[in-house]
């Protein structure tokens, strides 16, 4: 029986000998070839890179050898890279789009498929059906059709690497004296910090930049506490600020000189404060539902339009193509730049916020109270719950009927239903309710501006699904 591929929030993910297999990854590649050729775009070629997961290097020749097989040009990463940096590689060769194979942040027993097209960003959504409408059901006749006239093996580090140093003051960055704490956890980012801040008296101390694709002593690779308790330690041992990637360094975690936890919408607010305050950059942002609504207070301070879009990527990054956007970001942890590419980029963000502490003099506890000072605080929490496959449609039913008129002792004044369930409430506080586009998970998510009400939000959203 075939297996029927469809791409989630970001890309293809299965379990590695079970669907996601040598055939099955051939078939992906045909169905981006044939879009391609379609598209009359295939002779420009495309990038093929992959992270440090079981046999990446493996299934990326795979891909490899599928593409070329119908004629398409490929450059094939020589080493694990970080997705943004394969992304990158579009740009710098006029490529007609590249593949990354990598599960991102899911468990060590999945792999995965993603397609990034010419404007190096997350596939628009159209794009991801045309591809699946061009997988056909077999693909055994494309096993080892590698042509090596159309394939060339290439580092993409270096020219990534020039193109960050364009983008920050990186010497500035260099002279201040930091002292970074990273975890690479293992993934595709081990061994990227060490090499662009070298050269000054800013040092680097790295944890878990080794290979292991069973990612030892974590769930999954996935820059969240529970994950970071060795890179906790390691920064208040002495450190000035603690960064950590997931399993294909697009994403970015961060621990203060304390080392405590920065939140992602902290992340997405601080990011955004630096470009208007410290490049001078204006124009639209862009945000998911589940992201911040400190991104509308900065915006509206400088009359800046904000879009909100469904969750992930696919709908950020050509949403920031479409109006021309100086920043977008999710509620995960990605960023993209308008002056960059419309993809999450976990590297440029820790540049920008080593940057904003070098300029400001600031401490990063103290970059989150200056952006208090001029917005409030806001709290934010988010719960992953189990569940078990067949109850799926109960609880999506369950939280449909549901007219809560107050959840959490605050009163709902509106539902958005563009991704989940998102119940917006008197105070500009918000609670979701939404299934994962990637894993069998329900996720409650709320941010709220009193820090009392954050547990009882969550604990609303629990019974309103009945896990």
């Not at 977008?328 to 820790?350: C, K, Q, T, V």
């Amino acid at each position: 029986m075939t297996t029927p591929i469809k791409f989630g929030t970001d890309g293809w993910r299965a379990i590695i000998a079970d669907t996601y297999t040598y055939s099955n990854v051939r078939r992906c590649a045909v169905g981006v070839g044939q879009y391609l050729l379609a598209k009359k775009q295939a002779q420009q070629g495309v990038i093929v890179g992959y992270d440090t997961r079981f046999a990446s290097r493996d299934f990326a020749e795979v891909t490899a050898s599928t593409l070329t097989a119908l004629t398409i040009p490929v450059y094939l990463c020589d080493r694990p890279a970080p997705t943004p940096a394969i992304s990158y590689m579009i740009k710098d060769k006029q490529a007609a789009g590249c593949v990354i194979i990598t599960a991102s942040h899911n468990p060590a027993k999945y792999n995965g498929f993603k397609f990034r097209p010419d404007y190096a960003g997350s596939a628009r959504p159209e794009i991801v059906q045309a591809i699946e409408s061009h997988i056909p059901d077999e693909a055994e006749s494309f096993f080892q059709a590698k042509r090596e006239t159309l394939l060339s093996d290439f580092n993409p580090l270096p020219i990534y690497f020039a193109k960050l140093k364009n983008l920050v003051n990186i010497e500035r960055i260099r002279a201040a004296g930091f002292k970074v704490a990273v975890d690479a956890m293992y993934g595709a980012g081990g061994g990227v910090w060490p090499q662009l801040l070298a050269g000054g008296t800013t040092t680097v101390t790295e944890l878990r930049s080794d290979i292991n694709p069973s990612f030892p002593g974590m769930h999954s690779p996935e820059p969240l506490p529970q994950n970071l308790t060795q890179l906790a330690e390691l920064v208040k041992a002495g450190a000035n600020i603690g960064f950590a990637a997931d399993g294909d360094a697009d994403r970015l975690g961060v621990l203060d000189e304390h080392g405590r936890y920065i939140n992602p919408m902290q992340l997405y607010a601080l990011l955004l404060l630096y470009l208007l305050e410290v490049q001078g950059a204006r124009g639209p942002i862009v945000r998911t539902i589940t992201c911040t609504i400190m991104a509308n207070k900065l915006a509206a301070k400088y009359c800046l339009p904000v879009y909100e879009t469904a969750i992930g990527f696919k709908h950020v990054g050509p949403k920031m193509v479409d109006v021309q956007a100086i920043f977008g970001g999710e509620e995960s942890g990605g960023y993209a730049f308008g002056n960059h590419i419309p993809e999450r980029d976990g590297f440029l963000s820790g540049l920008y916020l080593l940057d904003f502490m070098a300029v400001t003099g600031r401490t990063m506890s103290g970059l989150v109270d200056y952006l208090f000072e001029q917005i409030g605080p806001h709290y934010y929490d988010r719960l992953d719950f189990t569940f078990e496959a067949e109850k799926r449609q109960s609880i999506v039913q369950r939280v449909q009927i549901a007219k809560p008129d107050e959840l959490g002792g605050l009163k709902v004044i509106g539902l958005t239903t563009i991704d989940g369930f998102r119940f917006d409430l008197e105070d500009g506080s918000w609670l979701i309710i939404r299934f994962s586009g990637t894993e069998p998970l329900l996720r409650i998510y709320c941010e709220t501006i009193d820090e009392s009400k954050v547990a009882p939000l969550i604990e609303a959203g629990r019974k309103l699904a009945g896990v």
